[in-house]
């Protein structure tokens, strides 16, 4: 082999190396979601008798930095209605700044679901969701399924992550002492 080749094949892993220690932090903020909330869930099936239970909503996502004007990220969803089961959802979530960091704002999830009970099969959904400072949320839900079966929800809950670290509002008299995303001034 011929030594000026061998000093070639050396040269990129140092440089790649000396680039490693010279690259300053990243500071990559990410909004996320960690929603638990409950309330009345209608269920319109087109061969039955329209029909009201209690619910249950657990939402958990990541998105896009929550200090951009919109966030847009993915969600996991389940939504348990009480005596008949549980629906699993996989949605895009566009929200907006003051949503994300836990003050006013609102959000959009569309994408889709699997029941996992009575017909089992996919449908669509969608939610509005309307955040209030210290995470309390509402969210309106709606699906529609196999058959022209719909769905219809209106749930209120807490946005634990948008309570916690998203918190922006009321830190006069409850301080946030590791507030995402960070300021200048952090």
Sequence with gaps: MVPGRVRRRCFLPAFVAALSFWAAPARADVASWLFVGG??????????????????????????????????????????????????GLLVRTATRGYSLGDFGAAIDLGGYLRTWGDQKPGLGG??????????????????????????????????????????????????????????HD
């Design 127 to 184: 939610t509005l969701s309307l955040g209030a400072p210290w995470g309390i949320t509402l969210n309106l839900d709606a699906g529609l399924g196999p058959n022209d079966v719909r769905t219809y929800a209106a749930v209120l809950g807490l946005d634990l992550a948008r309570f916690t670290i998203y918190r922006s509002t009321g830190t006069g008299w409850w301080s946030n002492p590791f507030p995402s995303p960070r300021t200048e």
């Design 39 to 88: 309330g009345p869930s209608v269920l319109d099936r087109p061969s039955a008798d329209r029909t009201v239970a209690g619910s249950l909503q657990l939402d958990t996502g990541l998105g896009t930095s929550p200090s951009r004007l919109l966030a847009v990220g993915g969600l996991l969803r389940m939504h348990t209605r009480f005596g008949d089961g549980s629906d699993f």
